[in-house]
């Protein structure tokens, strides 16, 4: 998988970050997932103090991950895309499962993504099937 973007203006960590607050992510595995996600998509790794800031701020400003997500989808290809929510959903999964809620907002970033609910289930679906 190709970097994703180098993320110089930090959308991609917004919106990481946005789903980590929607999760309420604060155990070890959150905070991993988060890290292994941002890795994967930018080829940058995060230091304990960008965590701690970043998930207080997607807290703090609730609606800035969406604005990330509408930017993303101007300057993302279809994988590219994919591949946003695809680590997005891992940070969802974190924990073992997907609830309702963690499920609204993930296809929320899709549809911020310009995604229709087929594309969003089947990178979900892929996900799924990955993690068993």
Known sequence: MAVLRSDD???????????????????????????????RLTARVLEPGDIARG????????????VAARQLAAELDAEGKQQLLAGAFEIAFADGFVLDEEDRVLATLAAALGMNEHEYRAVVDAQLAAAR
């Open 55 to 66: 998930r207080d701020g997607a807290r703090d400003h609730g609606g800035a991950w969406l």
């Open 9 to 39: 203006d930090g959308a991609v960590l917004r919106v990481l970050f946005g789903v980590a607050a929607a999760d309420e992510l604060d155990a070890d595995e959150g905070i991993a997932s988060v890290r292994s996600a941002y890795a």
